[in-house]
């Protein structure tokens, strides 16, 4: 099992311009999560899905972040326009059930804008 | 909020049990207590974890008290490969998030 992909690893972007991170969860996983981090703030739950259907949102700083699932094996989380602020490592995560299953996680996409 | 508390930072020489403790006194009756650790330039990593009872896998040891108000985590052999931030969560079984707060920065000493 390849685990969960993140893609791409690293993004250099100007201010202004839009961004799309990507992520294949596990197969057959079916809850996804997007994660943030940054040494202010640590990890911050963004938003999450379950079977491809988003559930809670309220992590979601403002409406410039969209997340979509549009099918069990892909998910996408798009910034636009991005602002220097949003510098941080994006995290992928899935799981296979709710309740006691452990998430696992992407390796991350690095973000800069300038 | 994330309901644990944790030391900010320790420090285990190599080859000794590194012992993270967990503080959740407000934990009820239906949240388990997870652990994660998230090695630098690394996603977080699943470890272990329980309800109520001690558990133990390949990787560690949870040792959780009789009232539940504190856990420790158990590395018994602590190697260098061991330095991490190490996070202590409490979740419940049907809720899907799972909250980070700053956790432990374990420092393997050589």
């Known amino acids: 099992d390849a685990g969960v992909i993140q893609s791409p690893r690293h993004e250099v972007t100007e201010m202004g311009q839009e961004v799309t991170l990507r992520c294949k969860p596990i197969?057959?996983?079916?809850?996804l999560f997007w994660y943030r981090q940054t040494m202010m703030r640590g990890l911050e739950l963004l938003i999450y899905?379950?079977?491809?259907?988003?559930?809670?949102d309220s992590g979601m700083p403002e409406d410039r972040f969209s997340a979509k699932m549009p099918n069990a094996s892909f998910s996408t989380l798009k910034i636009q326009p991005s602002e220097p602020r949003d510098s941080a490592v994006y995290f992928c995560?899935?799981?296979?059930?709710?309740?006691?299953?452990?998430?696992?996680f992407g390796s991350g996409t690095r973000l800069t804008v300038v | 909020d994330a309901k644990t508390t944790q030391p900010p930072s320790m420090d285990c020489a190599e080859g000794r049990a590194a012992n993270l403790p967990c503080n959740h006194s407000?934990?009820?009756?239906?949240?388990?207590v997870y652990w994660y650790r998230q090695i630098h330039s690394q996603g977080p990593q699943y470890i272990i974890h329980?309800?109520?009872n001690n558990e133990t896998n390949e990787m560690a040891s949870l040792i959780i008290t009789e009232d539940r108000k504190s856990s420790t985590l158990i590395l018994p052999h602590a190697t260098l490969r061991d330095t991490a931030v190490y996070y202590c969560?409490?979740?419940?079984?049907?809720?899907?998030?799972?909250?980070f707060g700053k956790g432990t920065r374990l420092h393997i000493l050589p």
């Open positions: 899905f379950n079977n491809n259907v988003p559930i809670d």
């Open positions: 407000t934990i009820s009756g239906n949240e388990y």
């Open positions: 969560i409490v979740r419940a079984n049907r809720d899907d998030k799972i909250i």
């Open positions: 197969s057959g996983h079916n809850s």
């Open positions: 995560a899935s799981s296979l059930t709710r309740g006691h299953d452990g998430y696992t």
């Open positions: 329980g309800l109520k």
